[in-house]
């Protein structure tokens, strides 16, 4: 199997697309360099490429779907076909500048182009789970493993729950569904509803304050929708009819697998990550006797069966650590809400485990949020650089959009 140019963390955007360059050029020379290969064996070695990439992502196991170990790959797997694709079209550049084809890689860009808003919003959201991490941050101060647990840890580490549980709301929740939330973070008794009265006003403030940042930090217009952006992207695009792969001797079909792909890649980055007017009602209309499709439209289907389940429906997004940071978050207040001081043995070792938990994932989301931020930035450059390149050979002007 092919390996990627982009694993683990990136290294600077200068150094980045010093070897962007070399490993486009090192794959165009070794195309040329194999004597009497046919244009179908090379459309045939790229869907090959671009199957394995799929098949690679597709056997993940159920419980690391999702993750950010998972989306990293994902976008690995995108920077390596977008470049393959882009190494293709170099080869065949007389081909590409035929009426027919020009149309089509025209198109391409034209979808392309639409995914820049679509990284925008998905990096504002990566800043939104930052913010979460920060709260994570100060639970795992407050009753880490280095701190004496007492009444004030425990206010601490409960202001900034009730905080995280408001900030994880989706936008389109309403005032009586924050409530809601409030309470499933705490007992079901009457002690508890009264606390939670006493809690509502608190977060009601938060929860104005939370607008106020969303509205000055997002980088993409506030009547923005990651649905519809997705929709525009999809739109028209079908299988190339046969008239059509005979008019570009059957680089047609590259050009709709990379359509297919940068589709699938942008609705998974919607699904998984916090972002304006989430939705996940895209049809694929990729037929299912293609080999790249296989595994395609396995993954599209099993993150629709994720986002039905009970549990995360009405989430802010499918990411796996956004699961648990809900999960451990519900569980961790609960127990605060359930301890009297001073604190037995038996309830303190508990509370330590519960703690572990979240640390785990504040690990997690230390280590990860990072290296997908400059992924998805590096998409984004990825994509403009290669519309101004493509525009430029095509002989057509680059407007601004």
């Not at 407050?142 to 995280?164: H, M, N, T, V, W």
């Not at 709709?256 to 209309?285: E, K, T, Y």
């Not at 650590?321 to 303190?348: G, W």
């Amino acid at each position: 199997m092919p390996t990627t140019d982009f694993q683990g963390s990136s290294p600077s955007s200068l150094s980045h697309f010093g070897r962007s360059i070399f490993s486009l050029r090192h794959r165009v020379h070794q195309l040329h360099s194999m004597e009497g290969l046919s244009l179908e064996l090379e459309l045939e070695s790229f869907q090959q490429h671009i199957t394995e990439r799929l098949l690679e992502l597709s056997s993940v196991d159920h419980t690391d779907l999702l993750s950010l170990s998972w989306v990293g790959k994902l976008l690995d797997s995108f920077l390596y076909c977008h470049d393959e694709f882009r190494a293709l079209l170099e080869i065949h550049r007389a081909q590409v500048l035929r009426p027919t084809m020009d149309r089509m890689i025209s198109d391409y860009f034209e979808r392309s182009v639409k995914a820049l808003d679509v990284c925008n919003a998905i990096r504002d959201g990566i800043e939104q789970i930052r913010q979460w991490q920060k709260l994570l941050e100060i639970v795992v101060c407050a009753l880490g493993p280095q701190s004496c647990i007492g009444e004030g840890q425990f206010r601490r580490a409960k202001k900034a729950l009730i905080d995280l549980a408001v900030g994880m709301l989706d936008d389109k929740d309403s005032s009586a569904s924050i409530a809601n939330r409030n309470r499933s973070f705490g007992r079901n008794d009457h002690h508890q509803n009264h606390n939670n009265n006493q809690n509502n006003n608190n977060l009601n403030q938060h929860h104005r304050s939370l607008g106020q940042f969303r509205s000055l930090s997002w980088s993409v217009s506030r009547t923005w929708s990651a649905v519809k952006q997705l929709q525009a992207i999809g739109n028209n695009m079908c299988p190339p009819k046969a008239n059509d792969l005979v008019a570009t001797n059957g680089l047609a079909m590259p050009v709709f697998i990379m359509n297919s792909i940068l589709l699938f890649v942008m609705w998974a980055l919607v699904a998984a990550i916090p972002c304006q007017d989430r939705g996940l009602q895209i049809h694929f209309s990729i037929p299912r006797n293609f080999l790249w499709a296989t595994p395609l439209l396995s993954l599209h289907e099993r993150i629709m069966e994720e986002s039905k389940k009970r549990d995360r429906k009405n989430t802010c997004g499918l990411l796996k650590e956004i699961h648990q940071i809900e999960k451990y978050a519900r569980v961790m207040n609960e127990l605060a809400d359930s301890v009297h001081f001073p604190l037995t043995e038996e309830k303190e070792d508990e509370v330590r485990k519960k703690v572990q938990q979240i640390i785990e994932v504040y690990d997690t989301l230390k280590d990860g949020l990072d290296p997908l931020d400059r992924q998805v930035r590096e998409v984004f450059h990825r994509i403009v650089r290669s519309r101004t390149e493509g525009l430029e050979t095509l002989g057509k002007p680059n407007h601004a959009e």
